[in-house]
């Protein structure tokens, strides 16, 4: 039934919106290529297991926790290592997040060790029928947080203070520091929030599915598929373009079958970027 590819389309799509925000809010604003960023997913994830293990809670519950740490560790790292080498540029950058990438994979083998690791909440292989179309519980709950997730940071990025200087900082740093903006403190709380909400998708992940340390790496064409299909640094487009990725690996399987989804997906990116160099909603200053 077509519906229900439809339906898997939306759902998958939610999965690669939230996994892709923010990827392309750190690559648009701060020039960062955050290679780190799947493990850092995995690392919220593999948070939630251990406390929701430790505390025998709800995994659901320890999104806040998840949040905090990744929080933290985003911002120590931005603010006291990238910051000290950005003026390298994009290749020095992107080889220091290469490295965090391989540091953190090597720390969640030391402390769970390779295998897969997963969560069994009660409600993780619920579903509910509508019109004849199965729609899986947290599958839904991904989308949804997906749609709040782009709502809220565009509306963080646009009505506050501190949103306000990070945008500034991406239009015209000089003038932005001349105006009194601390330039490396924006930066770090740009790359903090993004690991914070790493490490929420990582607890939702982990609700459906099982991770090991390597899940992260899976992660990568869909995170760089999603930023800059939508348009590098553009909330909404993240969105848009991870709702359109997943519609079109769910139509691919309907069409050709599953082991032609990942090359229909990866064409489907090239040939958007070769008709729209700037994406979806790109903007000129993200650039």
Same mark, same amino acid.
């Given at each position: 039934?077509?519906?229900?590819?439809?339906?898997?389309? +939306?759902?998958?799509?939610?999965?690669?919106?939230?996994?892709? =925000?923010?990827?392309?809010?750190?690559?648009?604003?701060?020039?960062? =290529?955050?290679?780190?960023?799947?493990?850092?997913?995995?690392?919220?994830?593999?948070? *939630?297991?251990?406390?929701?293990?430790?505390?025998?809670?709800?995994?659901?519950? *320890?999104?806040? #926790?998840?949040?905090?740490?990744?929080?933290?560790?985003?911002?120590?790292?931005?603010?006291?290592?990238?910051?000290? #080498?950005?003026?390298?540029?994009? @290749?020095? *950058?992107?080889?220091? %997040? !290469?490295?965090?990438?391989? =540091?953190?994979?090597?720390?969640?083998? +030391?402390?769970?060790?390779?295998?897969?690791?997963g969560t069994n909440p009660w409600y993780m292989g619920m579903s509910f029928e509508?019109?004849?179309? *199965?729609?899986?519980?947290?599958?839904?709950?991904?989308?949804?947080?997906?749609?709040?997730?782009? @709502?809220?940071?565009?509306?963080?990025?646009?009505? %506050?203070?501190?949103?306000?200087?990070?945008?500034?900082? %991406?239009?015209?740093?000089?003038?932005?520091?001349?105006?009194?903006?601390?330039?490396?403190?924006?930066?770090?709380?740009?790359?903090?929030?993004?690991?914070?909400?790493?490490?929420?998708?990582?607890?939702?992940?982990?609700?459906?599915?099982?991770?090991?340390? !390597?899940?992260?790496?899976?992660?990568?064409?869909?995170?760089?598929?999603?930023?800059?299909?939508?348009?590098?640094?553009?909330?909404?487009?993240? !969105?848009?373009?991870?709702?359109?990725?997943?519609?079109?690996?769910?139509?691919? @399987?309907?069409? +050709?079958?599953?082991?032609y989804q990942k090359i229909l997906l990866n064409i489907f990116a090239i040939l958007?970027?070769?008709?729209?160099?700037?994406?979806?909603?790109?903007?000129?200053?993200?650039?």
């Amino acid at each position: 039934m077509i519906g229900q590819y439809i339906i898997n389309g +939306l759902l998958q799509g939610g999965i690669y919106a939230c996994l892709g =925000i923010p990827f392309s809010i750190v690559f648009g604003i701060t020039k960062v =290529i955050n290679l780190a960023h799947g493990t850092q997913v995995i690392l919220g994830a593999y948070i *939630t297991y251990a406390v929701s293990q430790a505390l025998g809670i709800d995994p659901f519950l *320890t999104l806040p #926790v998840s949040m905090l740490s990744l929080f933290v560790l985003g911002y120590l790292v931005q603010n006291y290592v990238i910051n000290l #080498v950005a003026k390298g540029g994009l @290749v020095i *950058t992107s080889l220091l %997040t !290469f490295g965090l990438n391989l =540091i953190l994979i090597n720390i969640i083998l +030391l402390i769970w060790k390779a295998d897969f690791r997963g969560t069994n909440p009660w409600y993780m292989g619920m579903s509910f029928e509508v019109i004849g179309l *199965t729609i899986p519980l947290v599958r839904l709950g991904i989308f949804v947080f997906a749609g709040l997730l782009t @709502v809220v940071m565009e509306l963080f990025f646009r009505k %506050t203070k501190t949103g306000n200087s990070i945008l500034a900082t %991406t239009l015209n740093p000089k003038a932005a520091q001349r105006m009194g903006v601390d330039i490396a403190r924006a930066f770090a709380i740009t790359f903090a929030i993004s690991s914070a909400l790493g490490g929420a998708i990582g607890t939702l992940f982990i609700l459906a599915k099982p991770v090991s340390p !390597f899940t992260g790496g899976n992660f990568l064409v869909i995170l760089f598929s999603v930023a800059i299909l939508g348009g590098l640094g553009s909330i909404p487009g993240a !969105f848009l373009a991870g709702i359109i990725l997943g519609m079109v690996e769910s139509f691919s @399987v309907m069409l +050709l079958g599953i082991q032609y989804q990942k090359i229909l997906l990866n064409i489907f990116a090239i040939l958007i970027l070769i008709f729209l160099p700037n994406g979806l909603l790109g903007k000129r200053f993200y650039g």
